[in-house]
C-alpha cells in the first residue's frame, strides 16, 4: 500500500512539474523573465536581482535625458531686423554662453560650408566631445580658435568642434548671405509663470 502511495505521489509531481513548465512555455517573455526574476530573488540568487535594479537605473538615466533635454534654451539671432531661432543644448559650453548673452557678432563666410564669427572672450570646453560631425543647421563652437559657426553645408567630422545647438528658423537666409554680415545674438523672451 505505501508503495501504491509513493508511486501515485510521484506521478502526481511529474504531472504537476510538466504542467508548470508548460504553464511557463506559454508565458510572454517578458513575463517569463519577471516570473523567473522573482524565483531567484525567493531563491536568493542576486544575479537577476541585480540586473533588474540595473534595468531601472536605465530607464531613470533615460528619464534624466528627457528631462535635459527640456533645459535647452531658445535664443534669437537678429539679422538685418530679422528673428531667426536657434536652440542652445544643455551642455557646459552652450550654457556658458547663454550667460554671456546679448552678443553683438560680425559673421563672414568660411570655406563655402560655415559662417563664422570670432568672439572677444573664451568658452569653456572641459567636459565636451573631442570632435563632432556637424549638418546643415548646426550651431558650433570651433575651441582652438575661439569662433562659432553656423553650418549651412553638412561637412565631417572635425576635431574640436563642439555643437552648441541648431538653428530652428532662417537657415536660406544665412545660405544666401553672400557678404559679411552682423548680428546680435540674445536670449528670447519666454512666455508664461
Known sequence: MKKGIVTFLGWLLC????ACAAWQAELPVDEQNSYEEQ???QNGNDSLATQAIQHQKAESSRDDTK???TREKTVKLIIDGQELSVTLYDTP???ALY???PLELTFEDFNGIEKIAYMDCELPTEGEPDGCDPDEGDFCLYAPWGNLSIF???FRYSDA???LGHMDSGMEMINNMNEDFSATLEKAQT???
Open 152 to 154: 549651412y553645408q553638412d
Open 67 to 69: 528631462i535635459s533635454e
Open 15 to 18: 504531472f504537476g512539474l510538466a
Open 93 to 95: 559650453t552652450a550654457n
Open 99 to 101: 550667460d554671456m548673452l
Open 39 to 41: 524565483l531567484d530573488i
Open 161 to 163: 568642434l563642439i555643437k
Open 191 to 193: 512666455v508664461g509663470p
